[in-house]
């Protein structure tokens, strides 16, 4: 059974950065597509970034990464801003082509809440 347990999220100030980290359970992240994505209140869930063997996609002031010896994807967000405050998933694939929709994911984490101060 793949399980997807996010952490790292808190509260910060605008201009900080922060790390998230998704870790792994029962499959390789090195073999299929690993997302991030976001929901901040009263929004659509939206892409943030997704990473396989094949590549990476991101946006903005967003990197991702990947350790396939601890099985964990890691989320860089830079110079974050207000609007940046939202719960943050992880999410992964049945492909390692790099997908920027939610509803290509198959397994979910159960998010972690960023929150960025003015």
């Known amino acids: 059974q793949v399980q997807l347990v996010e952490s790292g999220g808190g509260v910060v100030q605008a201009g900080d950065s922060l790390r998230l980290s998704c870790a792994a359970s029962?499959?390789?992240?090195?073999?299929?597509?690993t997302g991030w994505f976001r929901q901040g209140p009263g929004k659509e869930r939206e892409f943030v970034a997704a990473?396989?063997h094949r590549g990476r996609s991101m946006k903005g002031r967003f990197a991702i990464s990947m350790d396939n010896a601890k099985n964990t994807v890691y989320l860089q967000a830079n110079s974050l801003k207000p609007e940046d405050t939202a719960v943050y998933y992880c999410?992964?694939?049945?492909?390692?082509?790099?997908?920027?929709?939610?509803?290509?994911?198959?397994?979910w984490g159960q998010g972690t809440q960023v929150t960025v101060s003015s």
């Open positions: 999410a992964q694939a049945s492909t390692a082509v790099i997908l920027t929709t939610a509803s290509a994911y198959n397994y």
């Open positions: 029962g499959r390789s992240i090195s073999e299929y597509t």
């Open positions: 990473i396989s």
